[in-house]
């Protein structure tokens, strides 16, 4: 086999058999392969597709370039849960607890956050102490221990996947569905649940900006799933406006602990507790999604979830008097507020811009490798459907550098969009692949 | 400016400015931008195409990669003739040395053959003695005294071109036609002429199978060597059949002599007058091509082409001894013939095949840098339109390796089609562009 022969078989639109595709990931993998090669085979990839065998056997072999986890010594269903990336996107830190108290199993990978969304990690790791930075060993010791661990992603698990992601992210080659669903099912599978919720976002604040691309890769996810033997299912859920009110490290993770105390914002509650009813089903504990809800709710209330969230932040070194006492969390220096330009109904909440400020405040990356500042962020007062008066505080910056908030805010003055009549906010879920139960 | 934001543009559809063109090229050039940004900039190109103004820029910014010989001094239209690339084809050395016998002069920069067609340079070192290998100075002092000099390319000259080729090659971005284009034009604009004539091969000997693909890369060229002030011809020529007899490189040297001396294959003779015409007229040393023609016709009865060439071989080191004397040439060890399977006209000769056959026995390159034997080649007996009896000699075999000469005689079998009716070759001319005069 050459690599060549294979771009121009690409190039010129036939598929590529497993065995071609398993022979250039492991090349590559190994140096075998140049990047110039590699790199014009993603672009033929971008004009031409991958079909699902190809899909499949990207996704394998993605897999397979690293350690693979494996649980069957739990003899349990364990679980992961994957969202594609949204702005105040706490769900995991609600739901996986929640799920973890009612004795499914969670064993979350996650990466790090890029752009303008958010990572599960850099939230936890504002709480002093925690480390996501755990060993394959100590993470699923500390699953069998305690039914949940989150570690940050490690080169020891789907290497070529990062190599290959590094090359479509200086070649143009980033904006291909069948890639992104390999490259996000690649490391699901790697991390060794056989339960799979994915959590795929639409709307301003997405990657998927239209319901139809969110449905095509919910769709292909799932396939390659099923394909490859596990149970999943993708939720196609709402990113038009912030999840919650924060927008932030330490702000989320506040919010984050109000909820688990019954007494968060409702729409973090609520897409927790009907992801978390999916899931619980997905691993059998219960027949079907709306008595998982149930359960999960029963189980929020006499705040179980809470004290799984302590236990697991405790278990991985993190001091939980902040989530007792979360005013021990250090604030930031400047506290600005926008206010509503006028009297009538919020419309719209442009999350996207939530999300560059957040990381232009110091919340978020530029870079891979730069420094987070867990404190800065904004928080929303208002969310769409509200009535607002002219000069009403619609959210509050949170920021440590007078000029960066003072461009902040006039920034999120824009984010905001006032009209007179009442509209109804997005629903927060748009469609669940395959139906549910499947 | 920044590469990715450029492939990300081409990607997309739209088209570069002259600026993006030249910054590309000049950083790949400097090593600023690496092979695999280029890689998937050359596959979106592959996809998308390159309209004529980023054509011409890429044209413009190869040539400006290194040094442009400028030839204004002579204060004389000097000419350059470049063929596409064929299989017996030896024009240039009938041609050339009667252009200049006519007081055009000739400087022509040629490459090395690779693939199944022959390179003229490669053909001339079969002459003992002879080297293309010049410095630049070299080259332009011997336009200056004989009127003709053909060079090897260099890499003082478009080293740009070099470096992107080396890349298409191991890219499957090779069969692009804007690519093509300005990879020729290029180290034509290079290489200083006023007048170009281009050569463009069409048949199953040739890089462009089919008529129209040949006819756009002779206009694209056109339209480019136009747009760069150049006086410039393209014909479009037949390659299906092998030029003349002869394909092997001093079986090739002997057949241009005969040529030469007014005793050559008839479409040899013919298409060298004809395309000479063309460059005379092109020089505007005559009214039209067909004045052309019959200049080159007399000049080639008088012996001063044969004259010339033997000036242009002894100037640069070779032994005209073998051109006065042909039999000199060493002789391939085996000689082995190709019989006619049945009586009927020959329909058919693959020239094609001839060319593979040619490497195969040592005639060509497989690999850059591969070491060339002179003496192998094939030399036909008939041609396309001729009739044959059963066990005619179809052609006649030169190797120096036993073994290789059997496989060469067994694929040279399906060289040919003999049919039962009489056909008419192909036409040797199936267009000019621009209709010429122009």
């Known amino acids: 086999?050459?690599?060549?022969?294979?771009?121009?078989?690409?190039?010129?639109?036939?598929?590529?058999?497993?065995?071609?595709?398993?022979?250039?990931?492991?090349?590559?993998?190994?140096?075998?392969?140049?990047?110039?090669?590699m790199a014009a085979l993603l672009m033929a990839v971008y004009f031409q597709g991958l079909n699902a065998s190809e899909t499949n056997a990207l996704t394998a072999a993605l897999a397979e370039s690293g350690?693979?986890?494996?649980?069957?010594?739990?003899?349990?269903?364990?679980?992961?849960?994957?969202?594609?990336?949204?702005?105040?996107?706490?769900?995991?830190?609600?739901?996986?607890?929640?799920?973890?108290?009612?004795?499914?199993?969670?064993?979350?990978?996650s990466g790090r956050g890029l752009?303008?969304?958010?990572?599960?990690?850099?939230?936890?790791?504002?709480?002093?102490?925690?480390?996501?930075?755990?060993?394959?060993?100590?993470?699923?010791?500390?699953?069998?221990?305690?039914?949940i661990a989150i570690m940050a992603q490690t080169e020891r698990l789907t290497?070529?996947?990062?190599?290959?992601?590094?090359?479509?992210?200086?070649?143009?080659?980033?904006e291909n569905i069948s890639l992104i669903a390999a490259s996000i099912m690649c490391k699901k599978i790697a991390a060794g649940a056989n339960a799979i919720l994915l959590d795929v976002k639409t709307g301003r604040g997405a990657f998927m900006q239209s319901?139809?691309?969110?449905?095509?890769?919910?769709?292909?996810?799932?396939?390659?799933?099923?394909?490859?033997?596990?149970?999943?299912?993708?939720?196609?859920?709402?990113?038009?406006?912030?999840?919650?009110?924060?927008?932030?490290?330490?702000?989320?993770?506040?919010?984050?602990?109000?909820?688990?105390?019954?007494?968060?914002?409702?729409?973090?509650?609520?897409?927790?507790?009907?992801?978390?009813?999916?899931?619980l089903a997905l691993a059998g504990k219960v027949r079907n999604a709306e008595e998982g809800q149930e359960e999960l709710l029963k189980l929020l209330k006499k705040g179980v979830g809470l004290q799984k969230f302590k236990q697991m932040v405790a278990s991985q070194g993190g001091n939980i008097d902040y989530l007792e006492d979360p005013s021990l969390f250090p604030r930031a220096k400047f506290l600005v507020e926008v206010h509503a330009p006028r009297e009538g109904y919020l419309r719209e909440i442009d999350a996207m811009r939530f999300g560059k400020v957040?990381?232009?405040?110091?919340?978020?990356?530029?870079?891979?490798?730069?420094?987070?500042?867990?404190?800065?962020?904004?928080?929303?007062?208002?969310?769409?459907?509200?009535?607002?008066?002219?000069?009403?505080?619609l959210a509050c910056i949170h920021g440590n550098d007078e000029k960066i908030v003072g461009v902040a805010h006039k920034d999120l003055v824009h984010a905001f969009t006032v009209g007179d009549e009442q509209v109804e906010p997005s629903p927060l879920v748009y469609g669940v692949v395959p139906p549910f139960p499947c």
Chains 1, 2 share one sequence.
Not at 9 to 28: A, F, H, M, Q
Not at 75 to 96: P, Q, R, Y
Not at 116 to 125: A, H, P, S, V
Not at 359 to 378: A, F, N, Q, T
């Open 1 to 37: 086999m050459r690599a060549l022969d294979l771009i121009i078989k690409k190039r010129d639109g036939e598929s590529l058999s497993p065995e071609e595709i398993n022979y250039l990931i492991n090349s590559y993998n190994r140096g075998l392969i140049p990047d110039y090669q």
């Open 67 to 109: 350690e693979v986890l494996d649980f069957t010594s739990l003899e349990k269903i364990v679980s992961d849960k994957h969202s594609s990336g949204g702005v105040g996107d706490k769900i995991t830190l609600v739901m996986a607890p929640l799920v973890a108290a009612a004795g499914v199993p969670v064993a979350k990978i």
């Open 115 to 147: 752009g303008f969304t958010g990572g599960t990690i850099d939230k936890l790791e504002s709480i002093p102490g925690f480390s996501a930075e755990l060993s394959v060993e100590q993470f699923m010791a500390l699953v069998k221990e305690n039914d």
């Open 159 to 174: 290497p070529a996947d990062g190599k290959l992601y590094t090359l479509r992210d200086v070649t143009g080659t980033v």
């Open 211 to 279: 319901k139809e691309d969110a449905l095509n890769l919910a769709e292909i996810m799932v396939r390659i799933g099923k394909d490859m033997g596990r149970r999943i299912v993708s939720v196609v859920t709402d990113m038009n406006q912030p999840l919650g009110y924060a927008v932030g490290n330490a702000l989320e993770i506040k919010e984050a602990v109000e909820t688990l105390s019954g007494e968060g914002p409702a729409d973090v509650e609520r897409l927790s507790i009907i992801l978390g009813g999916y899931m």
């Open 358 to 393: 957040a990381v232009l405040l110091g919340g978020g990356r530029y870079y891979k490798g730069d420094e987070i500042d867990p404190s800065v962020g904004v928080v929303l007062k208002h969310k769409v459907g509200d009535k607002v008066k002219q000069g009403d505080t």
